[in-house]
Nanobody, 124 residues
Framework: QVRLVESGGGLVQAGDSLRLSCVASGRMFSWYIMGWFRQPPGKEREFVAALRWSGATTNYAEPVKGRFTISRDNAKNTVYLEMNSLKPEDSAVYYC?????????????????WGQGTQVTVSS
């Protein structure tokens, strides 16, 4: 059974950078998809970025392209979300999730396991 634990959230100013981590416990196979989602206050959960555990495929939401980078460290069973040039509209609870299929989905409905989330707040 895969379990995910996020960390790295916090309060930063606009323009700052932050790196989120998601540690996965349990066996991770190369075809698993790891995704980052976020849920701003009062809004629906939205896709941010995803990659295949093998690292061969990545996908980003338009609002974060060029600012956020998803990566993984297989030795540490960890997925990262490097966030640069943060904006107030990036404020949200950020979740990592695992999809056991072989397709990089952007819908949260496709993901099977979720972490507890970490709060990111960007002040203007």
């Amino acid at each position: 059974q895969v379990r995910l634990v996020e960390s790295g959230g916090g309060l930063v100013q606009a323009g700052d950078s932050l790196r989120l981590s998601c540690v996965a416990s349990g066996r991770m196979f190369s075809w698993y998809i790891m995704g980052w989602f976020r849920q701003p206050p009062g809004k629906e959960r939205e896709f941010v970025a995803a990659l295949r555990w093998s690292g061969a495929t990545t996908n980003y939401a338009e609002p974060v392209k060029g600012r956020f980078t998803i990566s993984r460290d297989n030795a540490k069973n960890t997925v990262y979300l490097e966030m640069n040039s943060l904006k107030p509209e990036d404020s949200a609870v950020y979740y990592c999730a695992t999809d056991f299929s072989t397709v990089v989905h952007t819908s949260s409905d496709e993901y099977d396991i979720w972490g507890q989330g970490t709060q990111v707040t960007v002040s203007s």
